[in-house]
Protein backbone atom coordinates (compact mmCIF):
# COMPACT_ATOMS: atom_id res chain seq x y z
CA UNK A 1 0.00 0.00 0.00
CA UNK A 2 1.27 3.36 -0.60
CA UNK A 3 0.84 6.24 1.86
CA UNK A 4 0.89 9.83 0.59
CA UNK A 5 2.28 12.31 3.31
CA UNK A 6 -0.75 15.14 3.45
CA UNK A 7 2.26 17.95 4.18
CA UNK A 8 4.99 17.39 1.58
CA UNK A 9 3.40 14.51 -0.49
CA UNK A 10 6.06 12.19 0.00
CA UNK A 11 5.58 9.04 -0.95
CA UNK A 12 5.82 5.52 1.26
CA UNK A 13 5.48 2.00 0.80
CA UNK A 14 3.55 -0.27 3.56
CA UNK A 15 2.20 -3.19 4.14
CA UNK A 16 -1.46 -3.00 5.00
CA UNK A 17 -1.13 -5.49 8.12
CA UNK A 18 0.86 -2.35 9.47
CA UNK A 19 -2.58 -0.17 9.50
CA UNK A 20 -4.78 -3.31 10.80
CA UNK A 21 -6.69 -1.67 13.61
CA UNK A 22 -10.14 -0.16 14.31
CA UNK A 23 -8.90 3.37 14.68
CA UNK A 24 -6.01 3.54 12.13
CA UNK A 25 -2.49 4.31 12.93
CA UNK A 26 -0.57 7.89 13.71
CA UNK A 27 1.84 7.70 11.30
CA UNK A 28 5.05 10.53 11.03
CA UNK A 29 6.46 11.67 7.61
CA UNK A 30 10.27 10.58 7.99
CA UNK A 31 11.01 13.45 5.57
CA UNK A 32 8.93 16.61 7.11
CA UNK A 33 7.96 15.44 10.47
CA UNK A 34 4.30 15.64 9.91
CA UNK A 35 1.90 13.49 11.83
CA UNK A 36 -1.29 11.99 10.69
CA UNK A 37 -4.06 9.48 11.55
CA UNK A 38 -4.46 6.96 8.78
CA UNK A 39 -7.78 4.72 8.88
CA UNK A 40 -7.33 1.21 8.79
CA UNK A 41 -7.41 0.05 4.41
CA UNK A 42 -10.95 -1.20 3.77
CA UNK A 43 -9.76 -4.74 2.99
CA UNK A 44 -8.63 -5.50 6.24
CA UNK A 45 -11.41 -3.67 8.04
CA UNK A 46 -13.81 -5.90 6.61
CA UNK A 47 -11.87 -9.00 6.97
CA UNK A 48 -9.99 -8.44 10.70
CA UNK A 49 -12.12 -8.10 13.89
CA UNK A 50 -12.08 -5.29 15.41
CA UNK A 51 -10.42 -6.22 19.02
CA UNK A 52 -7.06 -7.39 17.11
CA UNK A 53 -4.03 -5.43 18.63
CA UNK A 54 -0.87 -4.55 16.77
CA UNK A 55 1.95 -3.07 17.66
CA UNK A 56 1.60 1.16 16.95
CA UNK A 57 3.34 2.05 13.39
CA UNK A 58 5.96 4.29 14.07
CA UNK A 59 8.33 5.83 11.37
CA UNK A 60 7.86 4.19 8.10
CA UNK A 61 10.61 2.27 6.92
CA UNK A 62 13.30 4.15 4.13
CA UNK A 63 13.38 1.43 1.55
CA UNK A 64 9.97 2.47 0.93
CA UNK A 65 10.33 5.96 0.08
CA UNK A 66 10.20 7.30 -3.54
CA UNK A 67 13.39 9.13 -4.44
CA UNK A 68 12.04 12.24 -5.31
CA UNK A 69 13.12 14.73 -2.99
CA UNK A 70 16.64 14.73 -3.52
CA UNK A 71 16.64 16.27 -7.10
CA UNK A 72 14.02 19.01 -5.17
CA UNK A 73 16.50 19.95 -2.34
CA UNK A 74 19.75 20.18 -5.03
CA UNK A 75 17.34 22.53 -7.43
CA UNK A 76 16.34 24.79 -4.17
CA UNK A 77 19.93 24.89 -3.13
CA UNK A 78 20.64 26.01 -6.83
CA UNK A 79 18.53 28.32 -6.94
CA UNK A 80 19.08 30.23 -3.19
CA UNK A 81 22.80 30.26 -4.94
CA UNK A 82 21.74 32.43 -7.72
CA UNK A 83 20.06 34.88 -5.32
CA UNK A 84 22.45 35.04 -3.79
CA UNK A 85 25.00 36.13 -6.27
CA UNK A 86 22.11 38.09 -8.25
CA UNK A 87 22.33 40.14 -4.79
CA UNK A 88 26.17 40.84 -5.19
CA UNK A 89 26.32 42.23 -8.32
CA UNK A 90 23.71 44.54 -7.70
CA UNK A 91 25.48 45.65 -4.94
CA UNK A 92 28.74 45.91 -6.37
CA UNK A 93 27.23 47.75 -9.12
CA UNK A 94 25.43 50.43 -6.89
CA UNK A 95 28.50 50.71 -5.34
CA UNK A 96 30.03 52.04 -8.54
CA UNK A 97 27.34 54.51 -9.71
CA UNK A 98 27.79 56.00 -6.20
CA UNK A 99 31.99 56.08 -6.29
CA UNK A 100 31.67 57.32 -10.05
CA UNK A 101 29.32 59.88 -8.53
CA UNK A 102 31.45 60.85 -5.75
CA UNK A 103 34.68 61.11 -7.71
CA UNK A 104 32.69 62.81 -10.83
CA UNK A 105 34.71 66.00 -10.13
CA UNK A 106 38.24 63.98 -10.50
CA UNK A 107 37.04 62.09 -13.81
CA UNK A 108 35.55 65.48 -15.26
CA UNK A 109 39.27 67.04 -14.51
CA UNK A 110 40.89 64.33 -15.84
CA UNK A 111 38.60 64.39 -18.91
CA UNK A 112 37.25 66.88 -19.14
CA UNK A 113 34.62 65.49 -22.21
CA UNK A 114 33.15 63.43 -19.28
CA UNK A 115 31.10 66.88 -18.07
CA UNK A 116 28.47 66.29 -20.84
CA UNK A 117 27.65 62.67 -19.65
CA UNK A 118 27.50 63.63 -16.20
CA UNK A 119 25.12 66.81 -17.67
CA UNK A 120 22.89 64.55 -19.78
CA UNK A 121 22.65 62.28 -16.65
CA UNK A 122 21.42 65.39 -14.35
CA UNK A 123 24.79 65.34 -12.68
CA UNK A 124 26.32 68.91 -13.41
CA UNK A 125 29.79 69.64 -12.13
CA UNK A 126 30.08 70.91 -8.96
CA UNK A 127 31.33 75.05 -9.53
CA UNK A 128 34.66 75.68 -8.46
CA UNK A 129 36.75 78.60 -7.44
CA UNK A 130 33.87 80.34 -7.04
CA UNK A 131 34.30 83.96 -5.66
CA UNK A 132 38.44 83.22 -6.59
CA UNK A 133 40.33 84.89 -9.14
CA UNK A 134 43.37 83.47 -11.09
CA UNK A 135 45.91 86.55 -11.85
CA UNK A 136 48.08 86.25 -14.91
CA UNK A 137 49.78 83.27 -15.45
CA UNK A 138 53.62 83.20 -16.69
CA UNK A 139 55.19 80.53 -18.55
CA UNK A 140 58.96 80.15 -18.21
CA UNK A 141 61.17 78.21 -20.44
CA UNK A 142 64.41 76.61 -18.45
CA UNK A 143 67.05 73.81 -19.05
CA UNK A 144 64.98 71.76 -16.95
CA UNK A 145 61.89 72.04 -19.12
CA UNK A 146 58.56 74.72 -19.06
CA UNK A 147 57.68 76.36 -15.30
CA UNK A 148 54.40 77.98 -15.15
CA UNK A 149 53.27 80.58 -12.48
CA UNK A 150 50.38 82.59 -11.12
CA UNK A 151 48.06 83.63 -8.41
CA UNK A 152 45.02 83.12 -6.71
CA UNK A 153 43.56 85.80 -5.55
CA UNK A 154 40.12 85.89 -2.95
CA UNK A 155 38.55 88.49 -4.57
CA UNK A 156 35.34 87.97 -1.99
CA UNK A 157 34.32 89.22 1.49
CA UNK A 158 34.43 85.45 3.21
CA UNK A 159 36.64 83.29 3.70
CA UNK A 160 37.23 80.71 0.69
CA UNK A 161 38.35 76.95 0.34
CA UNK A 162 40.87 76.85 -2.60
CA UNK A 163 40.35 73.83 -4.84
CA UNK A 164 43.44 71.95 -6.53
CA UNK A 165 44.02 73.43 -10.28
CA UNK A 166 44.27 72.10 -13.24
CA UNK A 167 47.13 73.18 -15.65
CA UNK A 168 47.20 72.22 -19.44
CA UNK A 169 49.14 72.48 -22.38
CA UNK A 170 47.76 72.85 -25.84
CA UNK A 171 49.18 72.83 -29.48
CA UNK A 172 48.88 76.08 -32.09
CA UNK A 173 45.42 74.45 -33.00
CA UNK A 174 44.08 74.51 -29.41
CA UNK A 175 44.21 70.76 -28.52
CA UNK A 176 45.06 69.83 -25.23
CA UNK A 177 48.14 67.45 -25.72
CA UNK A 178 49.21 67.66 -21.89
CA UNK A 179 47.81 68.16 -18.55
CA UNK A 180 48.13 67.98 -14.76
CA UNK A 181 46.48 68.13 -11.65
CA UNK A 182 48.18 70.00 -8.61
CA UNK A 183 47.46 70.76 -4.92
CA UNK A 184 46.46 74.76 -4.79
CA UNK A 185 49.30 76.66 -2.53
CA UNK A 186 47.07 77.21 0.33
CA UNK A 187 44.05 75.21 0.87
CA UNK A 188 42.20 78.64 2.16
CA UNK A 189 42.47 82.09 1.44
CA UNK A 190 40.71 85.28 3.47
CA UNK A 191 39.06 88.12 2.04
CA UNK A 192 41.45 89.83 -0.44
CA UNK A 193 44.36 87.21 0.34
CA UNK A 194 46.49 86.05 -2.65
CA UNK A 195 48.63 82.49 -2.84
CA UNK A 196 51.14 82.26 -5.52
CA UNK A 197 51.46 78.88 -7.29
CA UNK A 198 54.07 77.10 -9.68
CA UNK A 199 54.71 73.81 -11.19
CA UNK A 200 56.48 72.76 -14.16
CA UNK A 201 56.46 70.37 -17.22
CA UNK A 202 59.46 68.64 -18.49
CA UNK A 203 60.04 68.18 -22.35
CA UNK A 204 57.58 70.45 -22.99
CA UNK A 205 56.42 71.13 -26.34
CA UNK A 206 58.28 75.02 -27.11
CA UNK A 207 54.88 75.67 -29.24
CA UNK A 208 52.53 74.60 -25.99
CA UNK A 209 50.52 77.31 -25.00
CA UNK A 210 49.21 77.52 -21.43
CA UNK A 211 45.62 77.00 -19.65
CA UNK A 212 45.34 76.78 -15.84
CA UNK A 213 41.92 76.13 -14.22
CA UNK A 214 40.36 75.23 -11.36
CA UNK A 215 39.63 71.64 -11.11
CA UNK A 216 36.05 70.54 -10.73
CA UNK A 217 35.22 69.51 -7.42
Known amino acids: MILACPACRIRYLVDEQDLNRPAGRTVRCASCGHTWRQPQPLVIRDREPA ?116 VALRDPNEKEIQFKIIDPPTPRLGPGETAHFKTSFDNADETATVKVSFAPR
Open 51 to 166: TRIEPELGVPPRPGRLPVPAPRRRQRRRSAVSWVVLGLVSVLLVLAVLAVIIVRGEVMATWPAAARLYAWAGLPAIPSGSGLELGEVIPARTADGLVIEGDITNAGSTAREVPRLR
